[in-house]
């Protein structure tokens, strides 16, 4: 599947320069012809989603204006309420809207299938989820983990009609025929044992030996076309290796970023003198496993140019089954770079209700095995955290061949210029008074930004002058820029809380500077619990104090110094602000090490990152 079109997230780092190879009349032609095979692949599996996605990559007041559109006049018993609240990002109120509605017509009862499908809850189907058409009960079950049963129901519906003579229609019978290929193509490579054959390449000269380790990395995407939190740490560790004397290339997954919508990508992007190479055929292969093969033989191209010494990948597993077919193929060491917890990241991306039935689905299960399964095969595995290590280990990974290289501070942020809050914060055009708190982060649920909205608003009904900036964008910033009006903290001319979006990237230092304190409110997910953000990094690092949910990640991440509260709390969260204005306003600081950190002392940087991965990679070439 293509990555969605969002969200886009404010950069923490410098805006990069880029450079790239100018696109010819070849590639040009090839990328339409790439996307178009996107789009269409799109049209057939989840046609909502593209237009969700598309949805996504307009600004936000086209974004609004749409919504508005689709909704307007629409009486309450239409389905225009609920397809404007999902293209608004708005999933609850599509659900109620989506409860009141009576969908007449056999295309009215489709639409309101696909918004059924697109907010979770299959109860809201016409007829409920056991009456749905074959391939939307697959699509529900799938989606929910249950994989075996999800190829089940397609099988049923096969069974029922052997041929297209006198059963379904043979579009819906080659329909099905499709789905069910695709589906178990994608249930084969995350299961066990499934690894792709060796993939040489023509012409293998063997690597080109010389006295800093030579390494090729797969990513999953990459600057310029990305600027996630994904995106900026590989950006950051690439930099830290070339400047630790490492000779790399970097190449991006296959048909990145024309699959989500860079129709111009050019086949290699120089930023900050690091090479992005792409893999852009003209159409891709029709199913997960064939995607796989498809992206392996291009990436042993790369090879044979490039001949590194040392294979280097991220999480997830589908980079890792290429790049142990491709290090197989051309007798290479390879590394696994596990950044976060792919089955854990799943389970946070469903509807809160489903969350404890994801934990115990089939793919869930079937990914925690398939993501130990690969990290036992690499020759070194890297991860993020202890926590992380910790659990590998538990899960039978050799002690030995994991190492740990957190998340950590770029030198141009220790070198910035102090500046106060209010000081920062009058250069932004904001209020220069007030006790300012608040992030800049990626806008998703698990992130708990709603906590923090109902913490101001407590704080301030306590008598503190408690405003609020969360800076990014995201599937979230709709529902939160609606309850801090519903709060009262959005009123015209207050200035009392702020949701600007997306930034330019040589702004965002600002926003962190701006603030009294940062904060990390996340919810209590075994993500959360699990992967450690980079954020709370860069704000330690600019002097500010960080107020943290009390999960083992954040702790980690802020060396137990964060000012910790209970995760959704919103009450003691508004406590904590209090505290913190308070001894603002008295004039007389907490002296406690977590509340009045020295600025970056102590905290890891990408120097030290890039000669541990140097470290790592002449360990294993």
Known sequence: MAEPLGPRVASSAHSPAPRAAPPTALT????????????????????????????????????????????????????????????????????????????????????????????????????????????????????????????????????????????????????????????????????????????????????????????????????????????????????????????????????????????????????????????????????????????????????????????????????????????????????????????????????????????????????????????????????????????????GVPAERITVVPNAVDGEVLAVKPRSPAEARARLGLPTGGFWVGSVSSLVDYEGFDVLLRAVALARGQGVDARCAIVGDGVSRPGLVALAEDLGLMAPGSGVCVLPGRVPADEALGWYQALDAFCAPRRDTPVCRMVTPLKPLTAQALGRPVIASDLPALVEVTRGGGLLFPAGDAGALAEQIRRLAQAGTDAAPIRAAHITPSAGIGLPTWEENGMAVRTIHEEVR
């Open 28 to 395: 040009g032609l090839r990328a339409v012809g790439l996307l178009a095979d996107t789009v269409a692949r799109h049209m057939t599996e989840d046609p909502l989603l593209l237009a969700l996605q598309s949805a996504r990559r307009l600004p936000h007041g086209g974004r609004a204006v749409l919504s508005a559109a689709v909704g307007a006049g629409a009486t309450g018993d239409s389905l225009r309420p609920a397809l404007a609240a999902l293209l608004a990002d708005r999933p609850a109120l599509a659900a109620r809207a989506l409860s009141q509605a009576h969908p007449g017509s056999a295309l009215g009862r489709r639409l309101a299938a696909e918004i059924a499908l697109a907010v979770g809850l299959a109860d809201l189907l016409p007829g409920g989820a056991p009456a749905a058409p074959p391939r939307m009960r697959a699509r529900d079950l799938w989606s929910r983990g249950h994989l075996d049963e999800a190829i089940g129901a397609l099988d049923t519906a096969l069974a029922h009609s052997p041929s297209s003579r006198g059963g379904l229609p043979g579009g819906r019978h080659r329909s099905i025929r499709t789905a069910r290929a695709r589906l178990s193509a994608e249930l084969a490579t995350m299961s066990p044992g499934f690894a792709l054959p060796a993939v040489p390449s023509r012409g293998w000269q063997g690597p080109l030996r010389s006295e800093v380790p030579r390494v090729l990395h797969l990513l999953t995407n990459s600057l310029p076309h990305t600027q996630s939190g994904y995106a900026m740490r590989s950006h950051h560790l690439l930099l830290a290796q070339q400047r630790a004397g490492e000779e790399l290339r970097a190449v991006t997954r296959i048909g990145y970023p024309v699959t989500v919508g860079r129709v111009r990508a050019a086949p290699r992007d120089i930023v900050d003198g690091v090479e992005y190479h792409r893999l852009l055929p003209s159409r891709l292969a029709p199913t997960p496993a064939a995607r796989l093969a498809q992206t392996a033989r291009l990436l042993a191209r790369q090879v044979a140019a490039f001949r590194p010494e040392v294979l280097h990948t991220t999480t997830n597993y589908v980079n890792a089954l290429v790049v142990s077919a491709v290090a197989r193929g051309h007798d290479l060491p390879w590394i696994y770079e596990m950044r976060g917890m792919l089955e854990y990241t799943w389970v946070a991306s469903r509807p809160p209700e489903q969350q404890a039935e994801a934990l115990a689905s089939q793919r869930f299960a079937l990914l925690r095995a398939k993501e130990t399964e690969v990290a036992r095969q690499a020759d070194a595995v890297i991860v993020l955290s202890a926590l992380q290590r910790d659990d590998l280990v538990a899960r």
